[in-house]
């Protein structure tokens, strides 16, 4: 994707917004654009994960066993749970369509972590959501 289209949609996820160019271009270099088609499983629950993936166009299910919790879309992120917590896949993700995703490696996401607090602050918030539900409470 050219550089100047990337950019444009790092701009437009709700999780970047404090985000300042010269940040936005840092994180670009972070991060690789994929486009993936219906049916891809991008994270599967009970295996090890590798990677932090948020949602650019399309929308992505998320799954307990055979069960569907939720859908994602555009700006929305997934993948962090097992990545911060150092556990398994706590859900099976899979692409409803056709999917742009931006993928970031284990590393670099706790980079973007450490770089920026108000990415992780918003990260953190929705791990306590997610694994409140998956608990029941
Ligand atoms: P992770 O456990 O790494 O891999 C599966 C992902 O699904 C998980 O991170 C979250 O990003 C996401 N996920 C799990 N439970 C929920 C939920 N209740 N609502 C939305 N997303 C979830």
Do not use: C, Y
């Not at 891809?40 to 799954?63: C, D, P, S, T, Y």
């Not at 990545?83 to 931006?102: D, F, M």
């Amino acid at each position: 994707m050219p550089r100047d289209e990337k950019l444009d949609h790092l701009r437009g996820v709700p999780l970047f917004a404090r985000m300042g160019t010269r940040e936005l271009e840092r994180l670009g270099e972070l991060a690789d654009d994929v486009e993936v088609g219906l049916d891809r499983v991008l994270a599967e629950q009970g295996a090890v994960g590798h990677e932090f993936f948020i949602v650019l166009e399309g929308r992505v299910m998320v799954l307990d066993g055979n069960t569907p919790v939720t859908t994602l879309g555009p700006g929305e992120f997934f993948g962090e749970i097992a990545l911060i917590e150092s556990v398994p896949r706590t859900a099976t993700v899979r692409a409803e369509g056709i999917v742009r995703l931006l993928v970031i490696g284990h590393r670099e996401f706790h980079a973007l972590m450490d770089e920026f607090p108000s990415v992780r602050a918003a990260v953190m918030d929705a791990v306590a959501e997610r694994l409140r539900r998956s608990e029941g409470v």
